[in-house]
C-alpha cells in the first residue's frame, strides 16, 4: 500500500479540509464525545489566525490520515497564558520565559488509528517544527508516561514540564512538553552487515 504524502497547506487550504480533519481524524484519535466535536471544529478553525500558523496532512487520493499544526505562541491566546502562568507557579517567571518568551505551539498532532505505526507521527511533528525561527517548540498531550506519544516526543528530545496539569475546565490530566529548537535528530537504528 502506498503512504500518504506530506503536503504543507496554508490557513485557506488547512480549513477547507477541517470537516475531514475534525470528523475523521481527531474524532478516530482521539474518541472524544460526539457533541464536543462541533467545539473542537470552532477552536480549530481559530487557531488558522494565528501568528506564525503552520499545518501539514498526510494525504492519499484526498483522504486525510493524519495531521498537525501550530503557530507562534503569544500572550492572549488561552492555552499559551494558562501555561505559562502554571509554568511560573511552579519554576518561577524567568523558568516560564525560558520556555513560553518565543516558542512554537503545536496545538494538534494526530493520525488516524488505521495508519499509526508507519513513522506518520514522527514526520509530521519534524517537518512542523523544521526551520521554525523561535526558540522552543511546546505542546500538551493525555498524561500517559509509556504511550506512543510520549515516546515519540521524548524521542526528538522534548521533557515533561509540566506533570498530571489539569487544565481548567476539567478533563484528564495531561503532560505540557518542550524541546529548544531544533528538534533532535531521530535515534538511528544500527545497520546490519
Request: hydrophobic fraction near 40%.
Amino acid at each position: 500500500m502506498r503512504e500518504p504524502k506530506l503536503r504543507e497547506v496554508d490557513a485557506r487550504g488547512f480549513r477547507r479540509r477541517l470537516e475531514p480533519v475534525v470528523y475523521d481524524v481527531y474524532a478516530a484519535a482521539m474518541r472524544p464525545p460526539a457533541e464536543q466535536l462541533p467545539g473542537r471544529y470552532a477552536v480549530i478553525a481559530r487557531h488558522t489566525e494565528y501568528p506564525g500558523f503552520r499545518a501539514l496532512v498526510a494525504e492519499r487520493r484526498r483522504a486525510v490520515h493524519g495531521f498537525g499544526y501550530g503557530f507562534h505562541g503569544s500572550p492572549g491566546q488561552w492555552w499559551h497564558d494558562v501555561v505559562r502562568w502554571a509554568l511560573a507557579e511552579v519554576g518561577g517567571p524567568e523558568h516560564a520565559d525560558t520556555w513560553m518568551a518565543d516558542c512554537f505551539e503545536v496545538a494538534e498532532l494526530h493520525v488516524h488509528p488505521d495508519h499509526q505505526g508507519r513513522g506518520l507521527g514522527r514526520a509530521l511533528l519534524t517537518a512542523l517544527c523544521e526551520g521554525r525561527t523561535e526558540r522552543t517548540v511546546v505542546l500538551s498531550t493525555l498524561d500517559r508516561p509509556g504511550s506512543v506519544a510520549r515516546r515519540l516526543y521524548r524521542s526528538v528530545g522534548m521533557v515533561d514540564l509540566l506533570a498530571g496539569f489539569r487544565f481548567p475546565g476539567g478533563g484528564p490530566p495531561y503532560a505540557v512538553m518542550g524541546a529548544t529548537l531544533p528538534l533532535a535528530a531521530a535515534p538511528s537504528t544500527p545497520s546490519s552487515s
